[in-house]
């Protein structure tokens, strides 16, 4: 059984929570995603599968909108605003990512929410807040991660080239798991007799809190973080940790040696390699292989912890311009030494331990008659199973039998042209 079976979501449409609203659905919640009668913009999103633009084929809408139904509503309207409260009554959870006041200006201010809604869960996501100095700005997901401060932490040592953005509507994603996490913990609270309750979700605040040590060293030590490549920002300068291998493609090694394990490793896997006789400081290796323990607080005030340390930097180095990338990540796989082969996304999604690791999933498209391959969880627990449920809703495709079942006539709503269903 899922995780969430059993737990109904009410997701109005908006590229901010969708990515919310689907780690729900994939763990197994009912969500019902509420788009305009038109659709949602994001339909138009490109790319569209085989190059076809066609609301219906957005690759975007179909990643985003896993595993839940959807239904056309006109909420804006009286009569579908009334259809979306009786939806509303019988969630658990209201997942919405309107600007501030919109709700509010269509009779759906928290009176007729979570205050007349005991049980109900609202989440808002919004760019700054609800309320506040800036809570009426505008925000893209390109400003939320440069305002945030994630793109400062973004980009190369060279300083003279810009910060660089994360794809992928990072920035939405991260205020959307926060949003997720919200709303588990609120359900665990309601369960063990709590009342719901109204969360506000700022993706700026989000996306600030996720930048590690980069907001605290600014508030705390006054210190400002810089961009270095491939390695975390930081205020002073460290070693570069991308290497080029012998086959042109870069591995990073952000995380050499750190224990007498991890040194013995290494000196094998350079032995094996016939490389030992080339590294001077190989003698290094062998020392911090034998020593009990090495503390990594001691380097650049104790000569011999500061030696072993450059001697595993110096020995990486060696033997990436000796083997290509694939091998090298391999063999330090089998020495125990974190390392990634730096990928393009399609190389990742392609990758044997991605597969491996079951990362690629065949949904059938019923409207395309043959399966498209997504992308598959981003955890893996024991006891809470993931499941791609069902494709994305095509417009209107659930509009009915939702209504149906919380015992709303569709006829008159039809009529009235505030719903509209799959033809």
Excluded at 268 to 288: D, K
Aim: proline share 6%; net charge negative; with cysteine.
């Amino acid at each position: 059984m899922s995780a969430l079976n059993g737990i109904r979501v009410v997701e109005l449409a908006h590229e901010r929570c969708a990515f919310a609203g689907k780690l729900l659905g994939d763990m197994g919640a009912d969500v019902v995603v509420v788009e305009p009668i038109g659709g949602s913009p994001t339909r138009a999103h490109e790319p569209f599968v085989d190059d076809v633009p066609d609301p219906e084929r957005s690759l975007s809408w179909w990643h985003y909108n896993t595993s839940k139904r959807g239904i056309a509503l006109d909420w804006k309207q009286p009569a579908g605003r009334d259809a979306l409260v009786e939806l509303i009554d019988r969630a658990d959870i209201l997942l919405e990512a309107e600007d501030p006041g919109v709700l509010a200006d269509h009779g759906l201010a928290d009176s007729a929410l979570t205050e007349a809604m005991p049980r109900l869960i609202h989440v808002a996501l919004t760019p700054f807040g609800p309320d506040g100095a800036r809570s009426d700005e505008h925000a893209t997901d390109l400003t939320i991660l440069a305002g945030g401060g994630p793109a400062w932490n973004c980009g190369y040592d060279d300083h003279e080239l810009p910060p660089i953005r994360g794809g992928g509507q990072h920035g939405y994603a991260i205020g959307c798991h926060y949003a997720a996490m919200s709303a588990l913990t609120a359900l665990v609270h309601r369960e063990l007799g709590g009342a719901g309750q109204r969360i506000d979700v700022s993706m700026h605040a989000a996306a600030n809190v996720t930048t590690e040590m980069a907001t605290y060293n600014w508030l705390i030590a006054k210190g400002n973080v810089q961009r270095q490549t491939g390695r975390h920002a930081t205020a002073m300068q460290t070693m570069p940790s991308q290497q080029l291998c012998a086959d042109g493609r870069y591995v990073n090694t952000g995380v050499p040696p750190r224990t007498p394990k991890e040194y013995g490793n290494l000196l094998r896997w350079l032995r094996e390699l016939g490389l030992e006789s080339e590294l001077p400081e190989a003698i290094f290796l062998e020392m911090g292989a034998q020593k009990d323990e090495i503390d990594m607080s001691l380097i650049g005030t104790d000569d011999e912890t500061t030696a072993i340390f450059g001697a595993g930097r110096a020995a990486l180095t060696l033997i990436a311009s000796r083997v290509g990338a694939k091998e090298y990540f391999l063999g330090a796989q089998r020495a125990g030494l974190p390392v990634g082969v730096i990928y393009s996304p399609e190389e990742a999604f392609e990758d044997e331990h991605f597969k491996a690791r079951g990362f690629q999933v065949e949904v059938e498209q019923p409207q395309l008659g043959r399966a498209i391959k997504y992308p598959g969880a981003p955890y893996l627990f024991e006891k809470s199973p993931w499941a791609i449920s069902r494709t994305a809703p095509r417009l209107g495709e659930h509009t009915d039998e939702v209504l149906t079942e919380i015992g709303v006539d569709p006829t008159p709503l039809r009529a009235a042209g505030v719903i509209s269903t799959l033809e």
